[in-house]
């Protein structure tokens, strides 16, 4: 065999195919690169997407803007609001941590915003990370529709339905309330207060205006069930045995 034979068989021409297939894993390659590189920008996304639904639908963490809520709830409490609570048929009950929509009862006059900043509040919102409206509050449900709320009987306290209410989860040293009221729930409402009584605007501030302080159930976002920061404040916020004995309201509910 001679000499050109032995080159050609040792170092044969590429075959056309071959080179098609080296050029085609090239081109898998580069697209897998890519993918990589993209990757943690996709999840990214894909993960505040899954936040955003979820807390549109299901449960948003709630900032704690005030003192009003003490000392249940503190300045700086991420609580877990589970919107889920009054979503199939179910209503508020009495003692209930809420969190709700003030416009039309506590606010009564428009609230002007920079879209963008907006837009940027409700993200941090929706994560837990800013504040929520100017016009979401916290308090909690004393008395439900048809309920006769009352304030205050010889030895100070509240009565829902002619039956004191033993608030044991008042701020130390706060009486009941310092303003008298006597009021029955209308339809639909609720008469919402904060465990914090001298330092929280609640139902008993907006007592001359439409709905006589009252809040639509229909405006209750949902139900604080959860504090979930910090670590240490980690516990659940039930609702507690005070309302046990409260009879039902006279009236028809609704």
């Known amino acids: 065999m001679d000499t050109d034979a032995q080159l050609t068989e040792r170092d044969p021409a590429p075959d056309p195919a071959q080179g ?111 504040r929520s409206d100017d016009t979401d509050y916290v308090k909690r449900v004393i008395g439900v529709s048809g309920d006769h709320v009352t304030c205050c009987d010889k030895r100070g306290r509240i009565n829902v339905n002619g039956v004191p209410v033993i608030e044991g989860y008042l701020h130390p040293g706060d009486a009941p309330s310092a303003v008298p009221f006597d009021i029955v729930v209308p339809k639909g409402r609720l008469w919402v207060m904060g465990d914090h009584r001298t330092r929280s605007s609640d139902s008993r501030d907006h007592l001359g205006e439409p709905g006589g302080g009252t ?35 006279a009236g028809p509910r609704g």
């Not at 209750?220 to 920061?229: E, F």
């Open 20 to 130: 098609s297939e080296r050029r085609s894993r090239s081109a898998r390659f580069r697209v897998v690169v890519a993918q990589l590189r993209y990757r943690p920008v996709t999840l990214f996304v894909l993960c505040l997407a899954f936040l955003f639904l979820l807390s549109t639908f299901v449960a948003q963490p709630f900032l704690i803007p005030s003192t009003s809520m003490e000392n249940t709830l503190r300045v700086g409490d991420r609580v877990l609001v589970n919107k889920l609570a009054y979503r199939f048929g179910a209503t508020p009950q009495r003692g209930d941590v809420i969190v709700f929509d003030g416009t039309g009862s506590f606010v009564h006059r428009e609230q002007g915003e920079n879209p963008v900043t907006g837009l940027l509040r409700k993200a941090g919102a929706a994560l837990g990370l800013a």
């Open 215 to 249: 809040v639509p159930v229909d405006q209750v976002i949902g139900r604080a069930d959860l504090i979930s920061w910090p670590f240490d404040r980690w516990s659940t916020i039930g609702t507690p045995g005070a309302f046990a004995r409260i009879p039902a309201p």
